[in-house]
Structures are given as structure tokens and as C-alpha cells.
């Protein structure tokens, strides 16, 4: 079966400092993975996906994530931290036991972002 | 391009009562259609999918049904709310290379 797990549920950095949210997957199938955004009180926004490209993916907003088969992780990375990336980041991987019907969330990480 | 309205946006409802929320895609033909729900503080769960028109998936045993009457609308619906069927409900779309696009959401109290 298909799992994520985040790593951390809460990731506490200062405006201009490196995001860092850890990721990591079980797939028995080759896995597209995904990070999403959630603002409070809205939809989910797709931030990146991976699909067996480029191990490095670059995504909206500055992010990008790194798929490393061997550490079964795809964490999710920014350089430099601003106060708009306080959100709720979900790491996904897609369901290929459906035939890829349906996804699968972790937990979610709340990024916490100070001045 | 393509784009997924959800209404209403809030909706406050007291137990008992019957519920209707509507989801509509535009700008692709027959998408997969996906219901969650996310309750306060916790992950997305999976309520109910659709491949296609008449055709409905259900996740989990519940108080509530879907339906998609038409190839881009998706509704959820109960009966009789329960309180614990308050959470936020999201709407999504399957595009290319399995990604999900999401709804901006229904926002549902029941009291």
C-alpha cells in the first residue's frame, strides 16, 4: 500500500531563514508525488509534482523538492522564508494500487513563520 | 483553461436538516471528480469519487451520498446532518499525471 509521513507537524522558522518540510513515502509502484498548500480557510494549492523526470523539481513560489528513491523522502525546500508561506503543506503520492485513481495524504505540516 | 467553482461558500445548518453542496468544473470533459472532507485540525479524507457520469465511489460508510447528475457537476448530499458532518468540504478535479485540482471549499457548521 501507499503511505506518506510527514515528518513534523508543526515547522517553526524566521522570515528570511531555509524551509526545510520532510517527506516520506512507501510505494510499491513507481509514485508521483506532490506537495499541496493550504491557506486557512481555503482550497488546496499545488505547489509541485513529481512524475519520474527530474529528480529536482522546482515548483510555485520560490519552492522545490528533491525525489531521492534511495531515502524513499521528497522534502520540500526554500531558500528564504516569507511571511506569505504560513500555511499547511501536504506531501501526496498517487494510489497506484487504484490505478492511480486516487491520492494519498500525510498528515500535513504547519509552517509557522515569524518576523 | 479550467477552473472549479464549490457553493455556497459557508454554510450553517442545525442537525436533522438535509444538505446539498454543489461542485461544477469547466474548461474539460468528463475530469474524475472527488469529494473530501477535512475536519478542524486534522488531514483530508476521502469521501467519495467519480469517473463518470452516474458512477460513484464510495470511501467510507457515512451519512452522506453523491451524485453527479451531469459530466462536469458533483453533489454531495444527506438527509439528516449530524453534528459530526461539520468540516470543510473540498471538491477536486483529476488532471494530467494523476494531479488533483482542488475548490476553494464549503465551510459547514451544524449545530
Known amino acids: 500500500a501507499q503511505s506518506v509521513t510527514q515528518l513534523d507537524s508543526h515547522v517553526s522558522v524566521s522570515e528570511g531563514t531555509p524551509v526545510l518540510l520532510r517527506c516520506n513515502y512507501s510505494s510499491s509502484y513507481s509514485p508521483s508525488l506532490f506537495w499541496y498548500v493550504q491557506h486557512p480557510n481555503k482550497g488546496l494549492q499545488l505547489l509541485l509534482k513529481?512524475?519520474?523526470?527530474?529528480?529536482l523539481v522546482k515548483g510555485i513560489n520560490g519552492f522545490e523538492a528533491e525525489f531521492k528513491k534511495s531515502e524513499t523522502s521528497f522534502h520540500l525546500t526554500k531558500p528564504s522564508a516569507h511571511m506569505s508561506d504560513a500555511a499547511e503543506y501536504f506531501c501526496?503520492?498517487?494510489?497506484?494500487?487504484?490505478?492511480?485513481?486516487?491520492?494519498?495524504f500525510g498528515t500535513g505540516t504547519r509552517l509557522l513563520v515569524s518576523p | 483553461s479550467q477552473t472549479i467553482h464549490q457553493w455556497p461558500a459557508t454554510l450553517v445548518q442545525p442537525v436533522g436538516s438535509p444538505l446539498s453542496l454543489e461542485c461544477t468544473v469547466e474548461g474539460t470533459s468528463n475530469p474524475n471528480l472527488y469529494w473530501y472532507r477535512q475536519a478542524a485540525g486534522r488531514g483530508l479524507q476521502l469521501l467519495f469519487y467519480?469517473?463518470?457520469?452516474?458512477?460513484i465511489s464510495s470511501e467510507v460508510p457515512q451519512n452522506l451520498s453523491a451524485s453527479r447528475p451531469q459530466d462536469r457537476q458533483f453533489i454531495l448530499s444527506s438527509k439528516k446532518l449530524l453534528l459530526s458532518d461539520s468540516g470543510f468540504y473540498l471538491c477536486?478535479?483529476?488532471?494530467?499525471?494523476?494531479?488533483?485540482?482542488f475548490g476553494p471549499g464549503t465551510r459547514l457548521l451544524v449545530l
Open positions: 501526496v503520492v498517487s494510489d497506484g494500487s487504484t490505478g492511480f485513481q486516487k491520492l494519498v
Open positions: 477536486a478535479w483529476r488532471g494530467y499525471a494523476e494531479t488533483q485540482y
Open positions: 513529481y512524475t519520474s523526470a527530474a529528480t
Open positions: 467519480s469517473v463518470g457520469i452516474g458512477q
